[in-house]
Structures are given as C-alpha cells and as structure tokens.
C-alpha cells in the first residue's frame, strides 16, 4: 500500500504545484477571475492532505515520533517540517477561498502565501517523480 500511496503524493504534487501557479497567476488580475482557479487548486490540495496524512501517519517507514529518528535531518524533515508546511499551506487555500466568496482583496495575498507554503513543503532534494 505504501508504494502506491507514495506515488498518488508525487504525482499529485505536480498537479497541485500547478494549478496553484495558474490560480496565483490569475490573483493578477481582477477578484472575479480568481474564483474559478482558486477551487481545483483547493480540491486539489485537500486530496493531497489527504495522502499526505495516510502515508504521516501509518504508511511511511521515514516518519517517526521517537525521540531519535528526530535527529535525523531527513527524518525530522518529514515528520514535521513537511506536514507542518502542507497544513498552512490549506489553511491559507482555504481562508481565501472563504475571503473570495465575500469580496475581500486580501484573498490575493492569501493565495501567494498559500503558493509559498506549497513550495517550501516540497522535498526539492527527493525524486521529482516516483514511479
């Protein structure tokens, strides 16, 4: 199960890296444009939340809650830095979704910060693609 869960999260990074890309691109221009780029990108987050949280917590052979898998550098990357950076990542997805829906211009700002979040909780250093 862990091979394939493992893959659905790399494949879906590239899916999400873009379609915040094309969602902060369009943050550009007027609040009425966003909308409809904001939305897959949310979804598209919230699915890798999703994987990301099953391979966290019980598939991942990396992830460790013991005091010494810790000092691993590798080891303390993905048990908290990673998830620590997606779960403000859809925090921020989220808010401005909700500030869109009421108009709020901030929402522009959200969505850069939620792009930021996405890019800092990417392993840049792991295969880009795991097949």
């Not at 094309?22 to 009425?32: E, I, M, R, T």
């Not at 901030?106 to 930021?116: D, N, P, R």
């Amino acid at each position: 199960m862990y091979p394939y869960a493992l893959i659905a999260h790399s494949l879906l990074r590239w899916v999400v890296l873009a379609l915040a890309v094309l969602a902060a691109v369009s943050a550009l221009g007027p609040l009425a444009g966003i909308r409809r780029r904001l939305l897959p990108f949310v979804i598209a987050l919230d699915l890798q939340v999703i994987v990301g949280l099953a391979l966290w917590i019980s598939l991942s052979p990396v992830t460790s809650f013991s005091g010494g898998a810790l000092g691993d550098v590798e080891a303390r990357h993905f048990t908290m830095v990673h998830p620590a950076m997606g779960a403000a990542a859809v925090v921020l997805a989220h808010t401005a979704n909700v500030f869109l829906k009421r108009g709020f211009p901030q929402a522009k700002v959200l969505l850069w910060l939620a792009l930021a979040a996405v890019l800092l909780a990417v392993p840049w250093g792991r295969p880009m693609l795991r097949l």
